[in-house]
């Protein structure tokens, strides 16, 4: 009979999520040590390389914070729709169609200096993600169509029509066939919050929105109401929560705030639209959201945890010569070890001893 | 027209084969409860790790087994995070499919655009030879064969053998079939292993004989329109073949569109197969009925063996 | 002569409770042998370590005179222990020869005949080739005991057999199992019937808290004296007399029909029903013949379509296409069969549990929540239904059957309704939490509310009810008054023979102990 056992947690535990993805994130290393080596690097000058280097300097700094924008932003937005179960992993592409819309706005107004121009974009670039993210909660709530799925081909549809454009219809006629868009107008762009980075204004969206969903987490009927559909979802439809409504609200949510993110991109350090928007933020995301506990305080820790480890994997390949794919194993290693140490949220590791059942006994 | 035709029979024949493996692979964890969304990522692995094999050792069929092989790994820790950690499936199988990714293109980068010998066809003689039906049917690897072979295996063992009366008993109620005496885990992570040997094949397949070449990111979706097939099959081995040879029909009219210099343009048929895959999505999810009475009624849910 | 099985300080521990204590029981071959004992007493879990599914802590198990240890039911079965679950463990999708191919060695081909051979021997006329889906309550019984007799046990198991039986259906289940004592089998019939157990067992088990409190003769023992030793007291029963309601009526149902999407559900086919203030309509009725559809269907969980809005009438008023959020507004109040995942989030505290149908009275503000006044009506509601919990922020899951049942009803009473709506109300809760809640709703109606109750159970429905309608396959009888039928009667109604109820044929007064 094994002497340590998995016993179902009754209460919930304040400590346990920090723990489990502070034990996500040690694993990680661990695991990452082993992939230095294979590739016969030293683990403490790629450690080195990708979490401390990056915070070395002002512009190490910046570009950590320049990255940790978007991917806060729409990982909060996912986050409320995965607790309600509603899995939308196709923020990618709405990102691009919001990225799409805000630029047609940007070139339509070109020129413009009014004040009114940057906030039309993020409106478009947030409608441009809701109807993205709407056309896949139409067809599940209409259809029946697993969003999962239909999501996923949403994004591989957008980026096509973003190849579409830029290579047509948007781009830059004075571009000598460049797959780019015009420049952005100072009007069409945002203030820079930082001097000398690439640090914009669109980093206090992100911050305000996660401002924003922890109030409606935490504290709103809506909220609550979409967190009972995803853990309990006959409990939600005998409160009368329409599940219809809580899958539209979840994928318009993720859908604006993954479009307000590609607006970030376009109206930020890109300037322009072209065909390369986002490094994967999308996708991401995802794991960025996980990763903080689905909660919009985690969220902020591990979104910057997760820009560090971008910003780092660039300094890693120029510095240590680690391959770029070791960005994208650690957010897998990430993922995976912290649904592994999830366990440790439902339930808590006992000591099988004699001591246990005297206190069984007395309880009964 | 006749020369079009059979290439795109010949064609359709070929591209299959990676769709088709994957599908099988995935139906059968599906029908035990299992629903992996990490195919992409175990293609993806299966792809670079045979695709290096062949470069290194000229072997295919080692090529084969080491794709088999690493996804099969890799779907193992699927197997080790949703049932013995119980972690939400769809987050397990995102979590792999990132991690596959990754790890392909680590193993693949020093291959970056290089090419192998693609494997060799088998020699039918005078089979071969026939008009029409040599070049469109008798001019392929085994593969090609054996995949279709590999469908009908799995129809057999989950309809007519106890073993996959065992697995169906699973997929539809997992407590039950632990009241009976079945270990729940044991044949849920043996299915799910198989799905990721039957993805790893399907990637090999695609770098070691397709296109005989390593590209980062060369599965291209594929592993997704897995995941959809079987739904489009309604879990039902004849449908989601039929499905998979749709698919590959349709890559092939994209190849023959391009060629025939219609004036649509590329991004449209690039978006194709997504396209479709919406459409035929939403035409089989509308009828609830039909998911109901086929679809695997634990599919998804983490199950725990109270003892 | 040589026990069939002989259990000796069996022990079980699960974290914070134990569950066997010490347990010593004896079973002879050709012996009915109950182990009687309430919800939580420890039987499931002491069946659960016979059949292998569960390890016992300490203990020793002799099967046929030998110690054994007990891996795992496959081992179970080749010993020769067969096991009848409570709970089907029947695969709704497989036919009934696959169903028995799971758990005998064989071929479906070649059980097939062997199938037939027995059904017809041991009478259970079943046929191999039927999809499990299509069965009724009754024949998915009857195939579990024929997948259990074609292991060819010694010794055969059965949880809780009758819950699901009309009373014809038990006799008949009592005489198969006679017949099986006579051939040799031992048997070991797990119930908290008294009077079931007093007519068909030899030997009785009686579990406390998990420790064997007395074994007896049953035939000997009077119903009091076998709940002494059950529960450590008579019975309690709510206090209770009948009442001729002439109040308006609140809840009225006209002809509803309705197809449901889910194809595993029931049909309804022209259902009709009303209920007035200060009355206690019972639904009776085997469970599957459509009382979940119709629950549901008053709920507002499923709705109906616009043109049929009227086939259910709330204060007269048409509500078929409200939701449940607008029934509860306008008072209707319902208290579901499943209480965790359904009527509570099982991982949420009694707080949060207490908005999910609180959330329209006063426990959200302008979309936001008020968790002081959460608080304060949980506080209030664990006070007046006596709910042994932790307190406000104790999770559902953390309380017992009976204390979250108790939680649950006390919400929905709390929250003032004119019409409620209780499905299953005591189903797996231990007796003095049942006897409260029975209690509480007798009151309620005193209080003018209209009540309506969906039970299985005959017992409690004769306790509480005024009127009763039986539901069979989709279809109701027209309501008769309580006390101008009798067990029999409704049982027969519960087998589809609804002429059986009218009040001229039955007048006498049911007494009930």
């Given at each position: ?10 209460e ?31 683990p ?29 932003l ?30 047609v ?7 413009s ?18 109807g ?49 868009s ?18 914009n ?39 009368g ?37 986002s ?71 006992r ?14 | ?38 195919v ?14 062949v ?19 890799l ?132 770098s ?44 092939l009219l994209?190849l ?52 | ?39 939580g007493?420890g ?40 096991m ?5 463990s ?51 019984q ?44 031992g ?26 409190t ?75 013949n ?30 078929g ?85 108790k ?39 005193d ?24 539901m ?25 023979d ?16």
């Amino acid at each position: 009979m094994p002497s340590i056992y998995l016993e179902p947690r009754t209460e919930r535990s304040a400590f346990a999520p920090f723990l489990v993805s502070g034990l996500a994130v040690f694993l990680t290393m661990v695991a990452g040590s082993g992939l230095f080596l294979l590739y016969g690097k030293s683990p403490i000058a790629g450690f080195h390389a990708i979490f401390i280097e990056p915070l070395l300097s002002n512009y190490g700094i910046g570009e950590v914070l320049l990255k940790l924008g978007p991917l806060l932003l729409i990982a909060q937005g996912l986050a409320i729709g995965f607790r309600a179960r509603v899995w939308n992993i196709g923020a990618e592409g709405q990102l691009i169609i919001g990225a799409i819309l805000a630029s047609v706005v940007a070139i339509q107004f070109d020129g413009s200096t009014s004040s009114l121009l940057l906030p039309a974009m993020v409106l478009a670039g947030a409608l441009g993600g809701m109807g993205w993210a709407g056309i896949a909660a139409w067809l599940r709530t209409r259809y029946n169509a697993n969003e999962i799925l239909v999501t996923f081909m949403l994004s591989s549809i957008a980026l096509q029509v973003l190849y579409y454009l830029v290579t047509g219809p948007l781009r830059d006629p004075q571009g000598f066939n460049f797959p780019q868009s015009i420049t952005f107008s100072a009007a069409a762009t945002f203030p820079l919050l930082i001097e000398n980075t690439r640090v914009n204004a669109s980093l206090l969206i992100a911050l305000v929105v996660s401002f924003i969903a922890w109030v409606f987490m935490q504290r709103s009927l809506m909220g609550y109401k979409l967190v009972v559909g995803g853990l309990a979802p006959h409990a939600a439809r005998y409160a009368g929560f329409g599940e219809k409504r809580a899958i539209w609200l979840a994928l318009l949510i993720g859908g604006a705030a993954a479009g307000v993110a590609g607006v970030g991109e376009v109206a930020g350090p890109l300037g322009m639209l072209q065909r390369t928007i986002s490094p994967g933020y999308g996708f991401t995301a995802i794991i960025v959201a996980f990763l903080g506990g689905l909660h919009p305080i985690g969220i902020v820790f591990s979104s910057a945890l997760m820009a560090l480890i971008y910003v780092g994997g660039d300094f890693a390949r120029l510095s240590v010569g680690l391959p770029s794919a070791v960005t994208d194993i650690f957010q897998g290693l990430l993922l995976t070890f912290y649904l592994a140490s999830s366990l440790l949220l439902t339930h808590r590791l006992r000591r099988r001893s004699s001591e246990n059942r005297i206190v069984a006994e007395i309880a009964e | 027209m006749t020369a079009t035709l059979i290439f795109i029979i010949a064609g359709t024949l070929a591209a299959t084969v990676p769709l088709l493996l994957a599908a099988m692979g995935e139906l059968v964890a599906e029908k035990s409860g299992m629903l992996n969304l990490g195919v992409e990522g175990m293609m993806a692995v299966g792809a670079a790790s045979g695709f290096v094999t062949v470069a290194l050792t000229g072997s295919h069929a080692l090529g084969i087994i080491v794709g088999g092989a690493s996804a099969l790994l890799l779907s193992g820790v699927f197997a080790i995070l949703s049932i013995f950690f119980l972690a939400n499936q769809v987050a397990a199988g995102l979590a792999i499919g990132i991690l596959g990714l990754g790890v392909s293109a680590g193993i693949g980068k020093n291959y970056e655009g290089t090419t192998v010998n693609a494997l060799p066809k088998l020699d039918f003689g005078a089979l071969s030879e026939i008009p029409f039906l040599g070049p469109a049917f008798f001019n392929h690897d085994f593969l090609v064969y054996a995949a279709l072979l590999m469908a009908f295996a799995v129809w057999y063992v989950l309809q007519r053998t106890k073993l996959g009366l065992i697995i169906r008993s699973v997929g539809e109620s997992p407590s039950s079939a632990h009241a009976l005496g079945y270990s729940v885990a044991l044949i849920r992570t043996c299915c799910v292993l198989f799905g990721g040997a039957m993805a790893g094949v399907g990637g090999a397949y695609l770098s070691t004989a397709y296109t005989p070449l390593w590209a980062d990111g060369m599965v291209a979706g594929r592993g997704w329109i897995v995941v959809a097939l079987v739904v489009f099959g309604t879990w039902i081995v004849p449908r989601v073949t039929m499905g998979a040879y749709l698919f590959g029909a349709l890559s092939l009219l994209e190849l023959s569109i391009q060629g025939l210099g219609l004036n649509i343009p590329s991004q449209l048929l690039s978006a194709s197969p997504y396209i479709v895959t919406i459409i035929v999505l939403v035409v089989i999810s509308r009828n609830p009925t039909l998911i109901q009475l086929n679809s695997p009624m634990s599919l998804g849910q983490t199950y725990k063996a109270s003892n | 002569m040589t026990p069939l099985l002989k259990l000796a300080g069996i022990t079980k521990v699960y974290p914070a409770v134990v569950a066997n204590d010490a347990i010593d029981l004896t079973v002879m071959p050709g012996e009915i042998h109950a182990v009687l004992g309430e919800n939580g007493a420890g039987k499931s879990t002491l069946m659960k370590i016979i059949y292998g599914v569960s390890m016992p802590d300490a203990g020793t198990i002799e099967w046929n005179g030998t110690p054994t240890k007990i891996k795992n039911p496959a081992h179970a079965r080749a010993l020769g222990i067969g096991m009848v679950f409570q709970h089907f463990s029947l695969f709704e999708t497989l036919t009934v020869a696959e169903n028995i191919a799971l758990a005998v060695k064989g071929s479906v081909k070649e059980l097939t005949p062997r199938i037939q051979d027995a059904s017809v021997r041991f009478g259970l006329n079943v046929q191999p080739d039927m999809r499990v889906q299509s069965l009724s309550v009754g024949e998915r019984q009857r195939v579990e005991i024929l997948r259990c007799m074609l292991q060819e046990p010694k010794l055969i198991i059965m949880d809780e057999p009758t819950s699901v039986l009309p009373p014809q259906g038990v006799r008949e289940l009592f005489k198969t199992l006679k017949t099986l004592a006579a051939e040799g089998f031992g048997i070991l019939f797990i119930s908290h019937k008294l009077d079931e157990i007093r007519e068909l067992c030899d030997v009785a088990t009686v579990l406390r808290h998990g420790k064997v409190t007395g074994t007896a003769i049953p035939r000997e023992e009077s119903s009091h004296s076998l709940a002494r030793m059950m529960i450590g007291r008579d019975l309690p029963h709510a206090r209770n007399q009948v009442v001729e309601a002439t109040g308006p009526e609140l809840l009225t149902v006209n002809h509803l029909k309705f197809i449901p999407d889910d194809i595993f559900a029931t049909s309804l086919d022209d259902i009709s029903l009303s209920v007035r203030s200060g009355e206690i309509l019972g639904i009776a009725g085997v469970s599957g013949n459509g009382q979940n559809s119709l629950v549901s269907l008053l709920s507002g969980e499923t709705r109906l379509s616009g043109s049929e809005a009227d086939a259910i009438c709330l204060l007269d008023a048409p509500i078929g296409t409200a939701g449940p959020a607008e029934r509860r507004e306008q008072g209707l109040h319902f208290v579901p069969e499943e209480r965790l995942g359904r009527g509570a989030v099982p991982s949420h505290d009694l707080s949060e549990n207490s908005l999910l149908t609180g959330f329209g009275s006063g426990m959200s503000r302008n979309g936001f929540l008020n968790l002081g006044a959460m608080k304060r009506f949980s506080d209030e509601t664990i006070d007046a239904f006596d709910v042994r919990c932790g307190g406000p922020n104790s999770a559902a899951q953390s309380l017992s059957g009976g204390n979250l049942q108790k939680f649950i009803v006390g919400r929905e009473i709390s929250l003032e309704p004119k019409v409620l709506i209780v499905s299953q109300p005591t189903w797996g809760v231990d007796v003095g939490a049942a006897a409260a809640i029975r209690q509480k709703m007798v009151d309620l109606r005193d209080a003018g509310v209209a009540i309506l109750v969906v039970s299985e159970e005959l017992e409690e429905l004769f306790e509480i009810s005024d009127r009763l309608q039986v539901m069979f396959r989709g279809k109701i009888s027209h309501s008769i008054r309580t006390n101008q039928t009798n067990v029999e009667d409704i049982g027969l109604a519960m087998t589809g023979d609804f002429d059986r109820l009218s009040p001229k044929a039955s007048v006498q007064v049911v007494e009930h102990a």
